[in-house]
């Protein structure tokens, strides 16, 4: 039995499956998401890990339990195959992240690694993201520095995990704090630690 799976019962699963599908019903359009969702297992003792935030696009801190709530999550072994094939082109690692997972620099700074070990089985949506599109006026990509559109890696996958934020109360849920062991953040500019090992968990990751 997965710890979320609450998320994947009634009227829930489709709420869910259409957050992962990138649906915005306020304004009838995909944006960002994935496409062809599919239900997946994560089994316990799997490594996750998500490209987050320090700060907001004005300059406010984004809290480390927002960062781990969120639902976008890729397994370790996905991680490790972007960032080798960042190092393989010279590529930046930023700008790899962003082309592999579709990350328009409107969703966020992404600027720092969230990994955690899960402590008991969560159910996800699993899929490869879809092309963010950008100003479809040259001369406008041209000034942000932006392509035409982010494809991202059709061989990525992304996991959409519900049931880790309670957004009502603006807090962790129990799902986040029991299905969690939470190891350090790690800028993205300093990945190459990572790989070293020798990380303790973090204590106490989550607000009282």
Known sequence: MAANDDQFQGAAREVNRDHARGWLPAKGR????????????IAKGKVLVRLGHSHDKVGNPVEDWENLTSPWWMSDSTFLDILGRGEDAGTGMNQMFRMKLALTPDFGVSDTLFWVVTTQPLRAWAGRARPVLEDPDPAVRERQGRPLAWLGGYEIVQNFIPGLRD????????????????LPKVKLSD??????????????????
């Open 30 to 41: 995909f944006q960002g998401g994935i496409t062809y969702p599919e239900e997946t297992k």
């Open 167 to 182: 957004f009502a109360k603006r807090e962790a849920t129990s799902c986040a704090k029991r299905s969690f062991a939470v």
């Open 191 to 208: 990945y190459a630690t990572m790989r070293q090992g020798g990380f303790a968990f973090v204590e106490k990751p989550w607000p009282p």
